[in-house]
């Protein structure tokens, strides 16, 4: 004869028991908080989804970006490095309110966090908000221990021109120079001061350098032209003009080039 199962049918106290234990169980599962282990692993994903994100920004791919930085905002929604990096995201997409948004958010978050007050200041340059920029860069440009301050000097040297604030912008990118003298941007701006100022043979220095640094944008090469008509020299003028007519036959520089040969 085949072996069946048996089962047992609890009686009313041992029933009552059972519905007790299981009542028990369940409160303790909704009770349960994580453990430092889980908090870390949490933290841990959360600045891997942050870093996974930036790095698809650097590559134009806003969707992967937008993905991971929304991944780590459902793990923390007070993550201020997610918050800078969606700012970002919309920053592209132009979407100006949303923007702005998060970037106020990621700082009232994390009010040292210079890289994301670094990029609001960029943000509000590219929005025209000259005093409010100058404002966010001057305040990472004090931050020693930030990295790329140099850059930031940089940002914020291009604010305090814009704002007409000459002397000032020239002493930004002296600093951002002191710190990197490799950087083309900053040698460039001073070029384009000290002509504004007549100071042409400290014009001609600094757009030497930049030119030793980088390739000859339309601005440098127009600028080029300018000192070396002062200077008199022909033959390096002619050489900045064959190049902007080559190189950049559409931009501004070049129309405003042939206003002064038409």
Known sequence: MALRPTFHLPGRAARLSLALTLGLLL???????????????????????????LGYLRQRDKESARRHFLKALGMNDNSAGAHNGIALVYQLE??????????????????????????????????????????????????????RRHFALVNLGKTQRKLGETDAAVKSFKQALGINYRIAAAHLELAQLYFDKTEYTLSKHYLDQFGKMSRQTPKSLWLGIRIERIFGNKDKEASYALALKNLHPYSEEYLEYKKTID
């Open 27 to 53: 409160s303790a599962c909704v009770t349960t908080t994580k453990t430092p282990q889980q908090k870390v692993d949490l933290k841990k994903a959360e600045q891997t989804h942050v870093q996974a994100g």
């Open 94 to 147: 132009e979407e100006v309110e949303l923007a702005d948004k998060h970037f106020r958010r990621a700082l009232k978050l994390q009010p040292d966090f210079s890289l994301a007050r670094n990029n609001y200041g960029v943000f509000l340059f590219q929005q025209k908000r000259y005093q409010e920029a100058q404002k966010q860069l001057a305040q990472v440009a004090q931050d020693f221990g930030y990295n």
